[in-house]
């Protein structure tokens, strides 16, 4: 059986920077959708009586 031998064709600072792009982004999204869940909770909270 004959082994495929796959070539890297990624440029090494263009695919560091764009990891690191997406990391950011990623982790912003989800701070994000966190944020928006938690003032869900909040409204649904006042809503039926409850607050701090």
Known sequence: MKRMV???QSNASGSW???IGWLVTIWLA???ALG???YGFRFVMKA???SL
Request: no cysteine; aromatic share 0%.
């Open 6 to 8: 796959i070539a890297r």
């Open 36 to 38: 928006l869940v938690a």
């Open 30 to 32: 989800s701070v994000l």
């Open 17 to 19: 920077l764009k990891r």
């Open 48 to 50: 039926v009586g409850l």
